[in-house]
């Protein structure tokens, strides 16, 4: 098994706590790994990406081979466009369509989600309308992480699990949030796909 | 045995933990800031009295760790690559002195400058220094290699780099932990010379110096780090060195290549391992992260007999940090590409957070300057560097840690008055203080903004040394008190803190204006942390 996943948003977006919940349920699951994060300058509201990798075998780059992930994860749909370069021809890309704007010359909101629906494999939802259905508006990272549950290789419930470990800290109430936006973000995954989309 | 989810950075922490660390100095530098932070953060160092407080700069800290070493402990000091310009003149001397307990300089240097102003290379300044330097090509590997070069340290009595690029320092794997050891008891040099630099000992010393070179070459040759693994293809033998040595096995194992390989992770360089894998092959490659620092020596002055492929002849690209692409390239194979990305996809620069304090000191900032035109403003390194940017478009330089102050100096005294530096408080105290003396004592017509925001920012929020210090630091060194100037920048402030700075400008001396307003972030961070307690 590997699993190669780009995770990509803008900083302070979240996605170092998806990478984490992956990574927690993926050393649950007894399987090697390596993540490559963001510190520093980009952080600070620029692009920023994870490389996040598993496999039952031994992992020798930190960085994924263009060409070869197997999905990418994105909480900011312009973003998501901006690792193609990465995305295998029968990868996943897994969206939010909220755009993110803080340049002047942010493409037009819509223009971007059609790109996004040009690629092949790919899932775009609301997961900042969907994240505030399910209790607040700051846990669209973990929508997006159940939008593509489907797709990462490790059962749901290790993943569930990690959500729990990574949040634990800040007591149960933001733990059961952010589970409840992880369901809920699989839910609307398969209304994506079955075209009746939110 | 334990298993722990650790970036490199935080594996090099736990391995000086489990190694048994007395003390650990830095002043926070991406990609290094996390190891110094994960032994602050850890319960155990904590208890086992660690000492572990930020340093001013990386001068002073390289000279505390070498004080703990000399006191028989084991110290180790951390930095960025730039922060060891700053450290270079401890750094080289205590080579010469050698030292008493065990010192481990750890380095990160950050090619493709992801947060930084160069790509320079640590490694020439080990072999500069002539000390033993560990590059890990992985996070288990980073976190043995502290017990090691503390062993290496311990044994040759000398300081032992450990060389890290910013993938390896910001990349988390499994780690399999090792026994633990105690620290070392307190005790003092055997020769209490040693480390008296004096010319008549310092020839002393440097001799010892360079007769123990034998030694540490050997210990590269024997090192079970610096591994030659056969191959049944010959017609190329691999030099891969730290990182590059993944990036090559990434692609040995996906096109099924059968070379041999000699993975490099301690230098100096073990030449007869170089010597056997040379004679074997044809032609050889080097893979290594940074300058081309192995492959200039493979090929010598005058070439070396034997083929070398690497950066300098363009199989590998001269600049940037290596990935599994390039050298993909380099091994000849064509290269994987996914989608193109698509064109309206715009870049996403870095920018200063919603309501920081900086945006505000630039917004006056260019008001009060409108009247003097652009091209005056020397500013510094911090999230304040990014007032380079537009909207701001403020300032005109970003050189190294405290230029700002001496740049506008050395501009005033040329004649373009009125001149202005744009430091942050943490670079101000790490070394912009004694440029501000210059200034006094030239009585320079510079205008000194500090934006004091209260934190090391750029870094994630570390402790700044200069927090309710600043008045009495410019005041003591002979800023006359009437312009040492506090102002707080908000919006509802902008008129006020216009008319104080162009009131300075045209002051013909030294003045100083402290914009102080704490970071947002750090803020936010402490009122949660705060509720948390609660």
Redesign the interface.
């Known amino acids: 098994m590997k699993s190669d996943i780009i995770l990509s948003g803008?900083?302070g977006q979240g996605i170092l706590s998806i990478?984490a919940a992956i990574?927690?349920a993926a050393?649950e699951n007894g399987l090697?790994?390596?993540?490559?994060?963001?510190?520093?300058?980009?952080?600070?509201?620029?692009?920023v990406q994870s490389?996040l990798r598993l496999s039952d075998r031994e992992?020798?780059?930190?960085?994924?081979?263009?060409?070869?992930?197997d999905l990418i994860i994105s909480v900011e749909p312009?973003?998501s466009?901006?690792y193609?370069?990465?995305?295998?021809?029968d990868?996943w890309l897994v969206t939010n369509s909220t755009p993110f704007v803080?340049?002047?010359?942010?493409?037009?909101a819509e223009?971007?989600v059609d790109?996004v629906k040009k690629?092949g494999n790919h899932i775009i939802i609301d997961a900042d309308e969907i994240a505030r259905e399910a209790g607040s508006v700051r846990s669209s990272n973990m929508v997006i992480l159940g939008a593509a549950s489907k797709y990462i290789g490790i059962p749901e419930e290790k993943l569930t699990s990690g959500i729990r470990a990574v949040f634990s800290r800040k007591g149960d109430e933001i733990v059961q949030l952010n589970i409840r936006a992880f369901l809920a973000g699989k839910e609307n995954a398969a209304k994506y796909l079955a075209g009746s989309t939110v | 045995m334990q298993k722990l989810m650790l970036l490199g950075d935080e594996a090099i922490a736990q391995g000086a933990i489990d190694a048994g660390l007395s003390g650990i100095y830095a002043y926070p530098g991406t990609p290094s800031t996390e190891i110094t932070e994960y032994v602050q953060a850890s319960k155990e160092a904590r208890e086992s009295g660690v000492h572990s407080e930020w340093s001013a700069n990386e001068k002073t800290a390289m000279e505390s760790a070498l004080g703990m070493a000399y006191a028989g402990k084991r110290a180790m000091v951390c930095m960025k690559h730039v922060g060891l310009n700053v450290a270079a003149d401890p750094f080289m001397n205590t080579a010469i002195t050698g030292i008493n307990g065990g010192l481990i300089v750890t380095v990160a240097d950050d090619p493709s400058m992801h947060s930084s102003q160069n790509e320079q290379d640590s490694r020439f300044y080990g072999k500069f220094a002539h000390i033993p330097v560990l590059e890990p090509s992985n996070q288990q590997e980073a976190y043995e290699m502290v017990f090691y070069a503390f062993e290496l340290s311990e044994k040759f009595k000398v300081p032992v780099m450990l060389r890290i690029t910013t993938r390896l320092a910001h990349s988390r794997a499994g780690i399999v932990t090792m026994e633990k050891r105690p620290q070392n008891e307190l005790k003092l040099p055997n020769d209490l010379k040693q480390f008296i630099l004096l010319p008549a000992i310092a020839r002393v010393r440097y001799n010892q110096l360079l007769n123990t070179q034998g030694s540490f070459a050997e210990a590269s040759e024997d090192s079970g780090y610096n591994r030659l693994t056969e191959g049944r293809d010959h017609s190329l033998g691999i030099v891969a060195c730290g990182l590059g040595y993944n990036y090559y096995m990434e692609n040995a194992r996906r096109y099924g290549l059968d070379y041999p390989v000699l993975k490099i992770t301690q230098y100096p360089l073990p030449e007869k391992k170089i010597r056997k894998l040379a004679d074997s092959v044809e032609k050889m490659m080097v893979i290594e992260e940074g300058y081309p620092f192995v492959e200039e020596m493979l090929r010598g002055f005058f070439n070396a007999p034997f083929i070398v492929n690497g950066r300098l002849d363009g199989h590998l690209p001269r600049v940037g940090e290596l990935n599994p692409n390039v050298v993909a390239k380099a091994l000849g194979k064509k290269e994987a590409y996914g989608a193109d990305v698509p064109e309206l996809v715009a870049n996403r620069p870095p920018a200063l957070c919603k309501g920081c304090s900086h945006a505000d000191v630039y917004l006056a900032m260019n008001e009060a300057m409108e009247q003097y035109g652009k091209g005056r403003v020397f500013s510094d390194i911090g999230c304040y560097t990014l007032g380079a940017l537009p909207p701001y478009n403020s300032i005109n330089s970003c050189v190294d840690m405290g230029a700002s102050v001496t740049m506008a100096k050395g501009a005033a005294d040329a004649g373009l008055v009125p001149a202005v530096a744009v430091i942050g408080d943490s670079t101000f105290t790490h070394s912009g203080i004694t440029g501000l003396l210059d200034a006094v004592i030239a009585n320079s017509p510079v205008t000194v903004i500090i934006s004091d925001n209260s934190t090391t920012g750029m870094t994630g929020g570390q402790t700044s040394a200069a927090t309710g210090r600043l008045e009495k630091i410019c005041t003591g060194i002979g800023v006359d008190p009437d312009h040492v100037l506090t102002l707080i920048p908000l919006k509802k402030n902008h008129q006020e803190n216009v008319d104080i700075m162009a009131r300075e400008l045209e002051y013909q001396g030294v003045s100083v204006i402290i914009a102080q307003r704490e970071c947002i972030q750090t803020a936010a961070r402490k009122r949660k942390m705060a509720k948390a307690e609660h």
């Open positions: 803008v900083g990478a990574g927690l050393v090697q790994l390596k993540q490559a994060e963001v510190h520093g300058m980009s952080q600070r509201g620029g692009a490389h992992i020798s780059s930190d960085l994924i081979p263009l060409g070869s992930a312009m973003e466009l901006r193609l370069p990465f995305l295998s021809p990868g803080n340049i002047p010359d942010y493409p037009d223009a971007v790109e690629t």
